[in-house]
């Protein structure tokens, strides 16, 4: 009797455990298919992103959003935006201003445009303003590269840099979002330094270096005016 009711025990536990490995497998199987439905639709939505982004970028250059705390700020708005409630910034500098501006009078159009055609801002802010930067800042490195041209030649050091820097970049231009950023970029392809600056150290640097160096950048300035005159 005894033998009886263990054997009848194993059956039933063999069948509860085939019964558990069936749940694990349905379950594991379930998750697979939502993985890979959110895998096929993340990629849809950078497509529709690489693409929409590209062409809005060559009707704006709105370099003033690659300034770190600009573009903090712009993903509060995009945040607040899917949420439904209002993002306001305590510190509002000139390139704060203009990303507010940027952001209410064009980016919000452009986003409305995107939903149209079945883009859902909600989840997906960080990957829109990723691929807002990243497509933003290649169109700035390579309209500065071509604009002031390669000024930096192989094996110079970084007070050199500095100093063709302010010789090729225009007075009131050198320390805008968008020529501080090129200038980081192009100092790590030169490989001139390891390159761990922020784009806010580099610009303290930049603006040091000037001071400590006024007089000679005074110097050279008139001495190009004079070079010009026939």
């Known amino acids: 009797m005894f033998q009886s009711l263990k054997s009848k025990l194993e059956a039933k536990r063999a069948v509860w455990s085939e019964g558990t490995q069936q749940r694990i497998a349905k379950h594991a199987e379930k998750e697979r298919n939502e993985a890979l439905f959110q895998m096929k639709k993340n990629e849809r939505v950078q497509t529709l992103l690489n693409t929409e982004v590209e062409k809005y970028l060559r009707t704006v250059h709105p370099t003033f959003l690659l300034k770190p705390e600009v573009h903090r700020a712009l993903l509060n708005m995009l945040h607040a935006r899917s949420e439904g409630t209002v993002s306001i910034s305590m510190t509002m500098t000139s390139e704060m201003r203009k990303a507010y501006s940027f952001y209410h009078n064009e ?13 859902a801002l909600a989840g997906y802010e960080d990957t829109f303003l990723t691929t807002l930067l990243t497509k933003l ?48 970029i192009y100092l790590n392809h030169k490989n001139i330094v390891d390159f761990t600056w922020t784009k806010s150290r580099l610009k303290r640097k930049l603006k040091q270096y000037e001071k400590d160096n006024k007089q000679e950048f005074k110097l050279k300035q008139l001495e190009r005016k004079l070079k010009d005159i026939s």
């Open 107 to 119: 980016l919000k159009i452009f986003i409305s445009l995107l939903e149209r055609k079945g883009f």
């Open 137 to 184: 800042r290649e169109n700035n490195y390579r309209s500065c590269l071509e604009l002031y041209g390669d000024f930096v030649p192989e094996g110079s050091t970084l007070t050199e840099a500095f100093d063709l820097y302010f010789e090729v970049v225009e007075k009131e231009f050198k320390y805008n979002s968008g020529s501080v950023d090129f200038f980081a």
